[in-house]
């Protein structure tokens, strides 16, 4: 198959609020740029308990992929779940084994790593991905989040997106 890459930072983030240890992060002011991020910005400040993000991908037909998260976390060594961090297709949670975020702390070169959730059906025309922040504890007994850079999924079939490329913008 072939690897289509989704950008974080090009997802629709209107009236999206995030918030970091010290800040609230409205919008676009949660995408900054990253030398070590794939296509240069990344989302953060993603510290809110049901914070989600939608990735609206098309498939010209039903079709089977495989859904790689490219993530990392500014919060320390800490382990994702389904129970603290759902990723759901079309409106259905998805299981998956738990991982590891790769630790870049306070580090201005942010870390990622690729974190493979299973392979999932897409079905003909439009197909939702949501990542949401659940309630946990890892940001000082409150909601810490990942900081997210992509969405990649291996598929057979041409698979396309809308970007919300002005996200970027002044950035």
Same mark, same amino acid.
């Given at each position: 198959?072939?690897?289509?890459?989704?950008?974080?930072?090009?997802?629709?983030?209107?009236?999206?609020?995030?918030? /970091? +240890?010290?800040?609230?992060?409205?919008?676009?002011?949660?995408?900054?740029?990253?030398?070590?991020?794939?296509? /240069?910005?990344?989302?953060?400040?993603?510290?809110? $308990?049901?914070?989600?993000?939608?990735?609206?991908?098309?498939? +010209?037909?039903?079709?089977?992929?495989?859904?790689?998260?490219?993530?990392?976390?500014?919060?320390?060594?800490?382990?994702?779940?389904?129970?603290i961090f759902d990723?759901?297709?079309?409106?259905?949670?998805?299981a998956y084994a738990?991982?590891?975020?790769?630790?870049?702390?306070?580090?201005?070169?942010?870390?990622?790593?690729?974190?493979?959730?299973?392979?999932?059906?897409?079905?003909?025309?439009?197909?939702?991905?949501?990542?949401?922040?659940?309630?946990?504890?890892?940001?000082?007994?409150?909601?810490?989040? +990942?900081?997210?850079d992509c969405v990649?999924?291996?598929?057979?079939?041409?698979? $396309?997106? $809308?970007?919300?490329?002005?996200? $970027?913008?002044?950035?």
């Amino acid at each position: 198959g072939n690897e289509f890459v989704f950008e974080a930072e090009y997802v629709n983030l209107t009236e999206k609020m995030g918030a /970091g +240890p010290s800040n609230i992060a409205f919008e676009t002011s949660m995408v900054i740029p990253g030398k070590n991020a794939s296509n /240069g910005y990344f989302l953060t400040d993603l510290n809110k $308990t049901d914070l989600y993000f939608d990735f609206v991908i098309t498939a +010209p037909e039903a079709t089977k992929a495989t859904l790689t998260l490219r993530m990392g976390s500014q919060i320390g060594s800490v382990e994702l779940n389904p129970d603290i961090f759902d990723v759901a297709v079309n409106d259905e949670s998805i299981a998956y084994a738990p991982f590891k975020l790769s630790d870049s702390g306070s580090s201005v070169d942010k870390t990622f790593g690729d974190y493979n959730v299973g392979t999932i059906d897409l079905v003909a025309g439009e197909n939702t991905i949501c990542l949401t922040i659940l309630e946990n504890e890892y940001l000082n007994g409150g909601t810490g989040g +990942p900081i997210i850079d992509c969405v990649k999924l291996n598929s057979d079939v041409e698979l $396309t997106w $809308t970007p919300v490329t002005t996200n $970027t913008d002044g950035k």
